[in-house]
């Protein structure tokens, strides 16, 4: 359901109360507003609850890839009046595989409070992207994006350095051959898009495979929660080709629409991008977000 204001959402949440949103990157200025998460925090304290406001760190080495640094961001975005709490990374329950921050995993209820935008790896970025990425450490968040991870073939390769200079986090060198810091790596397919003959690439079934991660984690999260005790929240503001993981996230690509509400993440993701492309038919990369909704559907 479309709500105009945050403030008409029925929520009847009880106990500790984990609000899991993104609050945005250093300098970003179209993430969630502090304002709506101050009425959310007002209605479920009236309802006799204890919410918090809750993250995790990044994988790569940023601002937000420390709890410090985090928090520092967090502040400095205007969400310093609200109780945070920046997920310990070593303190986890393993589910499937993945490792859930205990900080997420212990509360009673959650509200996935999810900015919608485009995203450059999945075309779309809601409340799966949230669940998922969002809601796991940084040892699983390596694992998700390790199909990303790029492959070399020296005999295409012509020796430019345009790779080297296209990873702004120094992993790739070009002494002899192009050498890749694959330990650290995160997939974000820069240096591919950089190479002008395809040296650099993804193997042929990484998409799907990073998607299939994708997916298993938002299940293995959900999984510690009763689906009564989960509300999802898209917020439909601010609208911009990229997500809040960046500073500058691109043009705003429609009009603000409000607040979406639903009871199945997955169908609630499907919603909110055919009301962006009802605006605006251009904006997101739908080929890629339909590619990830078809593996999606086998786990959500
Ligand atoms: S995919 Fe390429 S550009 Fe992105 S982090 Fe990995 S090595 Fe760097
Ligand atoms: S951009 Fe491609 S061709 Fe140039 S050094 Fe890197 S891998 Fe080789």
């Known amino acids: 359901m479309l709500y105009k204001n945050i403030g008409e959402i029925p929520i009847n949440l009880k106990g500790r109360v984990a609000i899991k949103l993104h609050m945005g990157d250093r300098g970003n200025k179209t993430h969630i507003s502090p304002k709506d998460v101050s009425v959310l925090i007002e209605k479920i304290r009236a309802k006799g609850g204890d919410p918090y406001l809750v993250d995790t760190i990044t994988l790569y080495p940023r601002e937000r890839s420390t709890r410090e640094g985090y928090l520092m961001v967090a502040r400095e975005n205007g969400f310093g009046d609200f109780p945070i709490v920046i997920a310990r990374d070593d303190v986890f329950v393993e589910k499937d595989g993945f490792r859930i921050p205990k ?21 779309f970025a ?25 492959l070399y ?9 345009v790779c080297a200079e296209a ?15 694959l330990k650290d790596c995160h997939g974000c397919r820069r240096c591919v898009r950089s190479c002008p003959t395809g040296a650099i690439h993804i193997g042929k ?4 495979n990073n998607f299939e991660l994708f997916s298993e984690s938002a299940k293995a ?21 990229l997500c809040d993981c960046v500073k500058d996230s691109g043009d705003i690509v429609c009009r603000d629409m409000g607040y979406l509400t639903g009871k199945n993440p997955l169908k609630l993701d499907m919603e ?19 590619l990830f909704v078809n593996i999606a559907k086998k786990h959500l």
């Open 103 to 123: 900080d997420i995993a212990d509360a009673d209820s959650l509200i996935v409070l999810s900015h919608a935008t485009g995203h450059v790896l999945m075309g």
């Open 126 to 150: 809601g409340a799966i992207k949230n669940l998922s990425i969002g809601c796991v450490n940084k040892y699983s968040k390596r694992r998700i994006h390790e199909p990303m991870r790029p």
């Open 153 to 161: 073939d020296e005999g295409l390769c012509k020796k430019c350095g």
């Open 167 to 181: 990873c702004k986090y120094g992993y790739i060198k070009l002494n002899d051959k192009v050498e890749i810091n």
């Open 205 to 208: 079934k990484a998409l799907e």
């Open 221 to 241: 999260v959900l999984s510690l929660f009763k689906p009564e005790n989960v509300i999802y929240i898209n917020v439909l503001k601010n609208i911009t080709e």
């Open 272 to 290: 909110t991008p055919e009301l962006i492309r009802k605006q605006n038919p251009d904006t997101l990369d739908f080929k890629t977000w339909n």
